[in-house]
């Protein structure tokens, strides 16, 4: 407790939050969030009347909170529209040079949005959940200028829609629609030539980081220079040649102290390495760039998972990324760093961020504190080629998104076999998760991948099962040293078997990546809501059940860890430990006691 006490201490006083990618930081950037003009195009004539010119809009949006949100100031009684649009316009605080570009920059806007600037088409994204931008020549935002926004988001479940409930209302775990801007929009001021993009990957075995540089338009003397410091001292310098706008090195980071060889990042001790990258035209920079990286390994030897060679217990609690009257949205990054710090005084060491994709500056959070990180993919909820389409292109840009965060461990594609509803027989849906996870694969060796989490698993490097009985003995006489149980149905609440047809246990690592959700709340207004099992009459009996199936997890030796369902009640949804104001709902020393107080396994929990 005394350390996670004396992080947040240390965090809420040394973090900047306000910049929306703290992995590639520049100082010249332009915060675009706030107030907005605004305008529904129920009748979808706004491109034939081309609003996107002249067109005075009605109504403001607070950005990047969606319109059905009630951070949004829209009125609420609006009615639900496909297509909406916004417009800013922006005066510079710092002025682009002659030779110079400004970046414009979205980080995640539902679902196909096409952009101009004053007036003139610059691109259109497709894809609900993750960044997209625009490079923008100086002479197009000379003083001032104007953005448009035209976003369509149509109720379709061929699109990647995660738990936005695609029927006219909630309903179980699907919650409020998103439509158009919910994450942050900014500028940022590069020269002609600048570093696009940087992969880093370390090797704890070798000691070494190798980098790959990405620039635009970089010429024949562009040079990539690169600093590593650790704990405020610089440990290796080095400088490559960029040649057809890409460079790679492998640069040694091994320490010079006799007490360690590298600072390894874990959830105890999350080290981080800082890395400024310099790009040189001869011998003037044109563009710096801040960002870290951390020394960490993932792997698997028989039945573990292992993080830097040593058993790992991953003690994960699902989290949704719904954040009351903001909706995806929180009121401010104080709150994403407010409930990360209360898992990690809870005692948990992980996160399972379900069916979002968070901001950025989650994943920082993460990497600053210690949380281990599975990232998921947003399901669509039908299968096809529009689907496939859908599906592939946004997920490649999420693992892109997450590749540098040493937090995140894994990758999980499919979730339950949703949009993949035939999975067990159909081969042409087996084909389709196994091209994500072969895909995966091809873009990033250094994680695990779980194919199709929950059951009906095809190829997947964890037999992962969820599993919502609300009685302990069910979950100890269930999950044995049997093969026979593995590969078959073993989840009471589910039925589902654990492998689709054509594929069995290969001896897997084997987590229950989804139990307990007890539903439990105080207010008399929301007895009718959703959770699982029988409510709780009390506080008292509802951290009973919680001890009881927690520990009828931890004692089972054939489980290397598990994910509690939830951080926090989310609208309807009432399973959180956490309420819809993200408070406490039970004493938090109480939650740590319980996940501390077991030696099992082979593993110690202290």
Known sequence: MLIVLQQEETLRTALDLSYPRPQFKRNKWMD??????????????GLKEKWY??????????????????????????LPSEVVWYKKQ???????????????????????????????????????????????????????FTITLRVEDKTSCSQPIGKQSWKEDNFLCWYTKTTGIWQSVWLEYVSDSFLKEVKMTPDIDTAEVFIEGFTEDAGENALLDVNISLFGKTIQRASAMVTYNKVTMRLNVSSTSPDFRLAYWTPDEPNLYDVTFSLRDGEKIVDKVDSYFGMRKVSIRDQDILLNNERCYQKLILDQGYYGSGLMTPDSIETIESDLLKIKRMGFNGVRRHQTVADNRYMYLCDKLGLVMWAEMPSSFEFGDEAIENTTYEYRKIIKKHYNHPSVIAYTPMNESWGVNEIHSNKQQQSFVNSLYYLTKSL???????????????????????????????????????????????????RKYNFAEGYSYQGQPIMMSEFGG?????????????????????????????????????????????????????????????????????????????????????????
Request: glycine content about 6%; charged content about 25%; overall charge negative.
């Open 444 to 494: 990033d060796q250094t994680r695990l991948v779980i194919g199709n989490d929950g059951w009906e698993h095809t190829l997947t490097d964890v037999l992962t099962i969820h599993d919502y009985s609300q009685s302990d003995q069910n979950i100890t006489e269930k999950y044995k040293h049997d093969e026979e149980t593995w590969n078959g149905a073993p989840s009471v609440t589910s």
């Open 90 to 144: 922006v005066k510079h605080v710092e002025q682009p040079t002659k030779d110079g570009k400004v970046i414009l920059h979205f980080e995640a806007v539902d679902y196909y949005t096409m952009v101009w600037v004053n007036g003139e088409f610059v691109g259109d994204h497709k894809g609900g959940h993750v960044p997209f931008s625009f490079t923008l020549p100086s002479e197009m935002v000379e003083d001032h």
């Open 518 to 606: 007890i539903a439990y709340t105080e207010k008399e207004e929301l007895a009718e809501s959703w959770g699982y099992g029988d409510r709780p009459k009390s506080k008292e009996e509802a951290l009973k059940r919680f001890e009881e199936l927690v520990h009828a997890v931890m004692k089972n030796d054939v489980f290397c860890g598990f994910c509690y369902t939830q951080v926090s009640d989310v609208e309807q949804e009432v399973n959180g430990l956490l309420d819809h104001n993200h408070n406490y709902k039970f004493d938090p020393n109480e939650i740590k006691r319980i996940l501390d107080s077991l030696q099992t396994g082979g593993f110690t929990f202290e």
């Open 32 to 45: 675009l969030n706030g107030t907005w003009e605004f305008n529904f195009d129920y009748d979808n004539k």
């Open 53 to 78: 010119k002249d067109k005075a809009f009605t109504d403001s949006i607070q950005v990047p909170f969606c319109y059905q949100s009630t951070l949004s100031g829209v009125e609420e009684n609006s």
